[in-house]
């Protein structure tokens, strides 16, 4: 796949401090790309270089294979930041005209494609509308819009949930996946990590302005996770305490049973234990930990966590 952006060795200083300190990864075209981090952890730091806000102090940012420039490349970008940027008292339809053009469309191809984003989100009546009378979700919808209707090579999401509500939400969702199958490569930057988990494919976790983890999400659960599984059985009552050399037990309720596999041992020999007692298994899944779980437990700098947190 094609890299369209790669960040390389970035740091960023404020008052001696430093906000995002060395860090590096790349992005494929199409992909959904989760940048995540607690709050300070440079997130937002990062994004600015990569808009051109902010000029890196070391390194070096390269889109689509060459060094960026924020004058000529920021037509190619697409920024929705956490902090809105509407302008309240302008007409809607006048604001999202005049953005366009500003990321250059002419007025009549700017007029097509803002009337074809309108009818999708269900906008046509917004026209003549001032930003400071829509709600919240309503002015991100109008944002995902103006982010997005010049078509940009690279596009940037900075918690655009926020404020939505669930059918809504999915609309914003269905248009990511569709930006994507079309080629777009998008970051996604949010704090809820089952969006991630829905929506990414790969992810960069930064803490503190270092990079702590990077990996493709299916990868990254599978190297997080303790052979934890779950077991449902057939409408039979489990006895209220299991002991066996094979496994722990993690809960147990009913005809429901989470476990945790001893070292040495594999699933294969779970699940001939269980037949051998004549119990009829309904199902057995294993329990990956969630984004959730991992985030936390990296942020936490447990023990357990450190060797996995480049993978």
Request: net charge neutral; aromatic share 10%.
């Amino acid at each position: 796949m094609n890299t369209v952006l790669e960040v390389q060795q970035l740091k960023k200083y404020f008052s001696g401090q430093k906000a995002v300190d060395d860090i590096s990864f790349s992005i494929n075209k199409g992909s959904i790309f989760g940048l995540l981090g607690p709050n300070g952890a440079g997130k937002t730091t990062l994004l600015r270089m990569i808009t051109g806000i902010f000029f890196p102090d070391e390194g070096d940012i390269l889109l689509n294979g060459k060094h960026f420039s924020p004058m000529t490349d920021v037509a190619n970008i697409g920024y929705m930041p956490e902090e809105r940027g509407l302008y309240k008292k302008m007409k809607i339809g006048d604001q999202v005209l005049y953005l366009a053009q500003l990321k250059g469309l002419d007025k009549k191809e700017a007029k097509e494609k803002i009337k074809e984003w309108f009818v999708k989100f269900q906008m046509e009546s917004w026209w003549n509308k001032k930003v400071e009378d829509l709600s919240k979700g309503m002015s991100q919808k109008l944002q995902f819009v103006t982010t997005v209707l010049h078509n940009p090579d690279l596009i940037i999401l900075d918690e655009p949930f926020s404020g939505l509500d669930p059918v809504n939400a999915n609309l914003i969702k269905d248009e990511i996946f569709n930006l994507a199958k079309q080629g777009a490569t998008i970051i996604f930057s949010t704090h809820r990590m089952e969006q991630v988990e829905e929506i990414c494919d790969h992810i960069v976790l930064v803490n503190k302005g270092k990079k702590i983890l990077d990996g493709g999400v299916a990868e990254i659960k599978q190297k997080f996770k303790k052979n934890i599984f779950e077991i449902e059985f057939d409408n039979q009552l489990l006895p209220e305490h299991t002991a066996t050399h094979l496994f722990s037990v993690q809960t147990l309720e009913n005809n429901l049973l989470k476990l945790k596999i001893n070292e040495a041992f594999n699933n294969n020999q779970i699940l001939s234990y269980f037949i051998e007692k004549k119990l009829n298994i309904r199902s057995f899944n294993e329990k990956l930990p969630s984004l959730n779980d991992i985030f936390i437990e990296l942020v936490q700098g447990t023990p357990e966590s450190r060797q996995f947190q480049q993978v």
